[in-house]
């Protein structure tokens, strides 16, 4: 089944406002309106930057989408310092990151969380993009796929297919994430097949072949054609190189081929 890809820029803690209105501006400057018949972009910076990137590209009318980094799951109230589904939906988000490595290790974020957060923005209308990725530990230890396979059916608990199908899983092992090492197209491809196969499991087949998983990891605009290329990598979670428009536009290029 021809799934759209997607191509979401994690601009992670960078950008003031001000650097967020130029990288977003030049960004569609250099996108060509008919692209968004092929493929799916999201930009998503830091929650400051949300309204103000959302505003540049409403005023250029570009379908390119906003999407937040993380949320809470809980409607309102005394949660110092999180950030509501609802306030998100308000500026115009479509697409809200869940999970990544960094919320997890850093943070604590549990697959529990994950979870809830998922269910959360479903409810809200937003898409979540699950994060899923092993360390170097797991990989040497042969577990890759049980491991984040486990983190799937974690993140997924609860949720039925319908809204299943909304949802995008990331794949990023953690060992490539900001190191230069890149995943080999082998390697992302047989994980994100057996993610695919677990939402099989869960779902069904059509649901899970109508499902988006992107690769994440040091994707960059000289590996992206070939990890593209691989049946079951439909899109990428970009980091580092979402943080220049040349670069950034360099890999939706690669993804509409
Ligand atoms: P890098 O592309 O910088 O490795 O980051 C990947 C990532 O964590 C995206 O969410």
Redesign the pocket.
């Known amino acids: 089944m021809a799934r759209k890809p997607l191509i ?3 601009w ?1 803690m960078n950008n003031t406002i001000g650097e967020a209105v130029v990288l977003t501006q030049e960004i569609s400057n250099r996108f060509e309106p008919d692209w968004s018949d092929t493929v799916d972009v999201a930009l ?1 910076p830091p929650f400051v930057d949300l309204k103000p990137a959302k505003t540049v590209l409403e005023f250029d009318k570009q379908h390119i989408a906003v999407g937040a ?1 993380d949320v809470y799951w809980e409607e309102k109230g005394a949660y110092t310092g999180e950030i509501s589904v609802g306030m998100l939906a308000e500026i115009g988000c479509a697409y809200c ?1 869940v999970g ?3 919320r997890r290790g850093l943070f604590g974020e549990t697959n529990e969380d994950v979870n809830k957060k998922a269910k959360a923005l479903l409810a809200g209308h937003l898409a979540p993009i699950i ?1 899923v990725g092993e360390s170097l530990a797991v990989r040497d230890e042969g577990t890759t796929d049980e491991f984040v396979c486990a983190q799937v059916r974690a993140a997924f608990a609860g949720i039925d297919e319908n809204e299943a199908a909304k949802c995008v899983v ?1 794949y ?1 092992p953690i060992w ?5 090492r ?1 995943a080999t197209p082998e390697q992302a491809q047989a994980v994100c097949a057996a993610i695919r196969e677990t939402l099989k499991e869960l779902y069904s087949q059509d649901t899970a072949e109508a499902m988006r998983i992107l690769y ?5 605009e000289g590996n992206a054609a070939i990890l593209l290329a691989e049946p079951d990598i439909d899109g ?7 943080l220049k428009a040349t670069s950034f536009i360099a890999i939706i290029e690669a993804a509409l081929k």
């Open positions: 979401a820029g994690n992670k998503c980094q990151i990544h490595s960094e994060c990331a990023e490539a994430i900001g190191t230069g890149t994440g990891g040091s994707m960059n990428g979670l970009i980091g580092g190189a979402s």
